[in-house]
């Protein structure tokens, strides 16, 4: 499943980097990019997985820039 995410508040392309590098060793992660130019984060990953990648991948984005919030 691939789904994109608007964020918002502010966001530098350091911590998108480091965002993406968490996201990316959770299991079932095929691929997830951070834009801080359009505020936009794409995940893709396992179906059966998805609803829980999501979650810890916020958790990920709190603890990283807890000034970005992902609009579900």
Not at 3 to 23: M, P, R, W
């Amino acid at each position: 499943m691939k789904k994109v995410f608007k964020l918002e508040g502010e966001i530098c392309s350091n911590c998108a980097a480091k965002i993406e590098n968490g996201i990316q060793k959770l299991d079932g992660v095929q691929s997830v990019h951070v834009n801080a130019l359009t505020l936009k984060w794409t995940l893709e990953a396992d179906d059966d997985k998805f609803d829980g990648i999501v979650s810890e991948s916020i958790k990920i984005f709190n603890k990283v820039e807890p000034d970005c919030e992902v609009i579900r």
